[in-house]
C-alpha cells in the first residue's frame, strides 16, 4: 500500500522540509548544475530553507514567504547551487522587494525579486522581463566597479569620477604627440580645498620625532597591501626621512589631515622635486608618493581631495607636472612593469605563505636550488664613498640617456640616493686596476609586516635601485648583489622588469611576481613606452 506523506496543517516562519525518505533525491537535485541558461531564463527552486530569524517588513508586520521565489542570477557564470540562502526581506518603492545575495559556493551575485499584493502574502513579480533585466544589469554594473582595477580589461568597466576631471589622458585615448595637457596657470587657487567636516589640514614637520612616528604609524597600519592582506609595507622612520627629504624637499609638501577633535593623524600624500626626461623632454616635476588614507576613512573620499591640494600646493612653486606610480589601473598609464622576487630564504617565505614549493620540489630541494656563494666574484667592489659622488653621477646619467622615462640627477642628489646608510640604502661600485669606476649596483631596504603569522613578524626585502654596468656584465653584477643581500640577512630580493633587469631575472631565478606597477604623468602627454625602457625607480 502507498504510504501518506503527512504536512503540517501549518508552516512556520519558512518552507516546510520534507521527511528523510525524499532526501536522496531532493540531494540528488541540488547537486546537479544545469547548464548556464540565457539571461531571460529564471532558476525556480522547489523549495528554499529560510533562517530562523522573524521576517518582517519595514513596517513591522509578518511577511509569510509562502510563495516560490524567483532567483536571478547576475552572472552567467553563477552555479546556480546556492538553494540555501537568507532573506531579510526590505520593503521597497512600489512594492517591490529585492534583495541581492552571494551564491554560497561560487560566489556570484543572485537577486531574489518579490510583489507584495497589500495581504502580507509575496507573490511573484508582475514588472515585465525587460524592467527585471534593467535591474540585474545596473546591479551587475556595480559590481564590476567595486575595488580597484588591475588590468586595462577591469579598467575599461569602470567610472573614473575624480580622474575624469583631471589633466590625464583619457584610458582608450590614443596618443601620437608629446607635450603638456592644460598650460601653466598664472593664477593658483590660494585658498586649501575643503575638506569633509570634521576633518583639518596639516603641514607635517619630520623633524619633529613624534610628529615622524605618527607618520610611521600611519602607514605601517594603513599602506600598501597585498590583495589577500597578508604583508604590509614597513617603511621605517629613517626610511621616510630619506625618501621625503631628498634636495630641495619643501616643508608645505608633506600634506596631512587630521581628525579636528583629537588631532590624530588619518590621512598623508607628499611631493618631491626631480627632473624626469620624458623622451627629449626635461621637464622639472614632482615625484608623489605615500598617498595614504586610514581604512575606516577610505568612504570620505579624502583621497581626491588630497591629490587636489598636492597639486595646488605644487602649482604654487611654479610646477605643472608630477610622475607617479600605483598597483592600480587608472588613466592613463605611460609603462607597466612587473615585479619579480629571488627566493635568499626559501624555508621563511613558504612558512609565511609569500611563496609556495613547486610541484615535485620538497623545501630541502628548494634550498638547494637558491643556494648562493658565500663571497662576491666581481674584482674591485666595494661599498660606495663619498669621493665617487662625481662618477657615480656621470656613469648614471650616461647609463639613462637610452631610457624614455628616468631622472637627471645632480651631485648633491646623487649623494642623497646613493651614499649608503644601514637599514636604508646599500651602494657597491666597481673600481678596476685603474682606479676608474666602471660600475655599481644598489638596493634599497623595505621590510613587510607579516600579518596573522605566530612566529613570523617580519620580511626583510631588498629592492633593486639602479643598477649601472659597462665593462662588469650585468648579470654577473647582480649576482653579487644577490650574494651581498643574503649576506646582510634579506629573506627575498625584488625587482622590476625595467630597464634591463630582463635580461637576468630568468637566470638569476627570480620567479615572476603577481602585481603590476603602473607609471603615471600628470598634466603630460606623450606615447606609452615598454618597461625595458623605463629607466625610473621610485620608493
Known amino acids: 500500500m502507498r504510504r501518506r506523506r503527512s504536512t503540517p496543517k501549518e508552516v512556520p516562519e519558512g518552507i516546510w522540509v520534507p521527511k528523510r525518505k525524499r532526501r536522496n533525491r531532493r540531494e540528488k537535485r541540488r547537486n546537479q548544475i544545469p547548464e548556464v541558461p540565457s539571461q531571460t531564463q529564471h532558476l525556480i527552486p522547489r523549495r528554499l530553507k529560510f533562517s530562523s530569524l522573524q521576517n518582517t517588513t519595514s513596517s513591522g508586520s509578518r511577511c509569510r514567504l509562502e510563495q516560490p521565489q524567483k532567483l536571478f542570477p547576475l552572472s552567467p557564470h553563477c552555479c546556480r547551487r546556492a538553494l540555501t540562502i537568507t532573506v531579510k526581506p526590505r520593503l521597497m518603492a512600489g512594492w517591490l522587494l529585492c534583495d541581492s545575495h552571494t551564491c554560497i559556493l561560487c560566489h556570484s551575485s543572485l537577486l531574489v525579486c518579490r510583489m507584495s499584493n497589500g495581504d502580507d502574502h509575496w507573490q511573484n513579480p508582475s514588472l515585465p522581463m525587460q524592467k527585471l533585466q534593467d535591474i540585474q544589469r545596473a546591479m551587475e554594473l556595480l559590481s564590476a566597479c567595486q575595488g580597484p582595477a588591475r588590468n586595462i580589461d577591469e579598467a575599461a568597466k569602470h567610472r573614473y569620477q575624480f580622474w575624469d576631471t583631471q589633466p590625464v589622458p583619457k584610458l582608450n585615448e590614443v596618443i601620437t604627440s608629446h607635450g603638456a595637457i592644460e598650460a601653466d596657470k598664472d593664477n593658483v587657487r590660494q585658498e586649501p580645498y575643503s575638506l569633509p567636516q570634521g576633518f583639518m589640514w596639516d603641514t607635517l614637520d619630520l623633524g619633529n620625532a613624534e610628529v615622524l612616528k605618527e607618520l610611521y604609524t600611519l602607514l605601517n597600519e594603513n599602506y600598501v597591501e597585498d590583495d589577500d592582506n597578508m604583508f604590509r609595507f614597513d617603511y621605517s622612520p629613517e626610511f621616510l626621512l630619506w625618501a621625503l627629504r631628498p634636495p630641495g624637499w619643501l616643508l608645505q609638501w608633506h600634506c596631512g589631515v587630521r581628525v579636528s577633535s583629537n588631532k590624530k593623524l588619518v590621512g598623508f600624500i607628499s611631493a618631491i622635486p626631480a627632473n624626469i626626461r620624458i623622451y627629449d623632454s626635461v621637464k622639472k616635476m614632482v615625484e608623489i608618493n605615500f598617498l595614504c588614507v586610514h581604512k575606516k576613512l577610505r568612504s570620505k573620499r579624502v583621497a581626491p581631495v588630497l591629490i587636489r591640494e598636492i597639486t595646488r600646493r605644487v602649482n604654487l612653486e611654479g610646477i605643472f607636472q608630477a610622475v607617479y606610480t600605483a598597483g592600480v589601473v587608472l588613466p592613463k598609464p605611460v609603462a ?80 642623497h640616493w646613493f651614499l649608503p646608510q644601514e637599514h636604508i640604502i646599500d651602494t657597491f661600485v666597481v673600481e678596476n686596476s685603474s682606479g676608474k669606476l666602471t660600475d655599481f649596483l644598489s638596493f634599497y631596504t623595505l621590510p613587510s609586516t607579516v600579518m596573522h603569522h605566530p612566529a613570523h613578524k617580519s620580511l626583510k626585502a631588498a629592492y633593486s635601485f639602479y643598477n649601472i654596468h659597462t665593462e662588469t656584465p650585468l648579470l654577473d653584477l647582480m649576482s653579487d648583489a644577490l650574494i651581498i643581500a643574503k649576506l646582510k640577512g634579506f629573506d627575498v630580493f625584488n625587482a622590476l622588469d625595467l630597464m634591463e633587469n630582463k635580461t637576468f631575472l630568468e637566470k638569476l631565478k627570480f620567479g615572476i611576481g603577481d602585481g603590476n606597477l603602473q607609471y603615471y604623468l600628470y598634466n603630460w602627454r606623450c606615447p606609452g613606452t615598454d618597461s625595458e625602457k623605463v629607466g625610473l625607480v621610485l620608493q
Open 336 to 415: 607597466t612593469c612587473r615585479y619579480w622576487h629571488r627566493s635568499l630564504n626559501p624555508r621563511k617565505l613558504v612558512e609565511v605563505k609569500f611563496s609556495h614549493l613547486s610541484r615535485n620540489m620538497t623545501l630541502q630541494r628548494t634550498m638547494k636550488l637558491y643556494r648562493l656563494p658565500d663571497v662576491t666574484k666581481t674584482s674591485g667592489l666595494r661599498p660606495m664613498e663619498p669621493r665617487d659622488i662625481k662618477a657615480v653621477r656621470e656613469l648614471t646619467n650616461t647609463y639613462l640617456k637610452q631610457f624614455h622615462l628616468a631622472p637627471v640627477m645632480d651631485e648633491e642628489e646623487v649623494a
